[in-house]
């Protein structure tokens, strides 16, 4: 497809290539709507009404500096929260399990 308005072929963060580009519903002012999506989950959307590129902020480059920081701090924070649990905590095991899967089941972490 050959978009009209979004320039960048590639993440503008990260560099991975596009594997999706869309565009439709036409503006009033003759421009459309277009997206391009690449591999790393990042996304670019035209917009007509305000004839600008912007990075989706529900598809933001994993790689983007404040969604690494966001990343780590996460972790750290799961890591503090399952020590506590494991080793303060004075609950019965059954307990701790269903918290631990609990927050296995929040963030996708690997329990071990």
């Known amino acids: ?14 560099g991975s290539r596009a594997v999706y580009e869309r565009k439709d519903q036409k503006h009033t002012n003759g421009y459309w709507n277009e997206s391009r999506s690449f591999e790393c989950g990042a996304m670019l959307k035209f917009s007509p009404n305000f004839m600008r590129t912007e990075m989706c902020k529900y598809h933001q480059c994993p790689y983007k500096p404040e969604e690494l920081k966001k990343k780590d701090k996460r972790e750290k924070a ?22 631990l899967e609990e927050i296995k089941r929040i963030n996708n972490y690997k329990i071990i």
Do not use: G, R, S, W
């Open 78 to 99: 799961t890591e503090k929260l399952i020590n506590y649990i494991h080793k303060t905590l004075k609950v019965d095991e059954k307990f701790k399990d269903a918290l």
């Open 1 to 14: 497809m050959n978009l009209q308005q979004i320039e960048d072929k590639e993440c503008p963060i990260c």
